[in-house]
Nanobody, 120 residues
């Protein structure tokens, strides 16, 4: 099926920047939307940012002006550039793809997550 692999997480100081990427592999014909979500222990997973096939983007209010999502549909890759990071951005970040497979089946997949820690 479809597998998503995130990379780019790590430890960064408050005010710093970090970039995440996520690449999908599998028999994908087209991608409807790509997104980034995050989750901290004891809380539900929340949307950070998403981009659809029309290149429209949507951001959580808490990250507007600081995070930028972009996608390379030819490479089945989504990026999240994070700047002016705050301790409250600390979380496990997951990528999510909504896609169409060969044969017409629609589906969605999650990555395994990458830890982002913002701390001095």
């Amino acid at each position: 099926q479809v597998q998503l692999v995130e990379s780019g997480g790590g430890l960064v100081q408050p005010g710093g920047s970090l970039g995440l990427s996520c690449i999908a592999s599998g028999r994908i014909v087209s991608i409807n939307a790509m997104g980034w979500y995050r989750q901290v222990p004891g809380k539900e997973r929340e949307l950070v940012a998403r981009i659809n096939s029309g290149r429209s983007t949507d951001y959580a209010d808490s990250v507007k002006g600081r995070f930028t999502i972009s996608g390379d549909y030819a490479k089945n890759t989504v990026y999240l550039q994070m700047s002016t990071l705050k301790p409250e951005d600390t979380a496990v970040y997951y990528c999510n793809f909504n896609y169409v497979l060969f044969g017409g089946t629609q589906g969605a997949s999650w990555g395994r997550g990458t830890q982002v820690t913002v701390s001095s």
